[in-house]
């Protein structure tokens, strides 16, 4: 599968992350502190909140709505009350592009 455009570096500063919608999935696109990127799907395993709202670490992504962390590199549940993992997508940075591939 092909790496489809989501954004501009600029689009999403580190320790951040942004909502967007490629190619009819809403993916959270997060920025971490340590300015490494990381796509997963825009959806808490536990709450159904989005991710994309949610507090940015190094390594991992809070949900705001009732505090359960993901690993950014696999999206599996770091705390409680999330039990199910969240998808993730391979992300490219070239240039000032980031893409995802679905």
Not at 63 to 70: L, N
Request: hydrophobic share 35%; aromatic share 8%.
């Amino acid at each position: 599968m092909s790496d489809v455009f989501v954004c501009t570096t600029s689009d999403v500063a580190p320790g951040a992350a942004g909502g967007f919608t490629v190619e009819g999935k809403n993916i959270a696109l997060i920025h971490s502190a340590a300015d490494r990127w990381f796509a997963m799907d825009d959806r808490c395993s536990h709450g159904r909140f989005k991710l994309s709202l949610g507090d940015v670490g190094d390594e991992e992504i809070e949900c705001t709505r009732h505090g359960a962390a993901f690993d950014l590199h696999d999206g599996k549940p770091l705390t409680p009350p999330a039990t199910a993992p969240v998808k993730t997508y391979p992300v490219r940075v070239d240039g000032e592009g980031v893409y995802i591939s679905l």
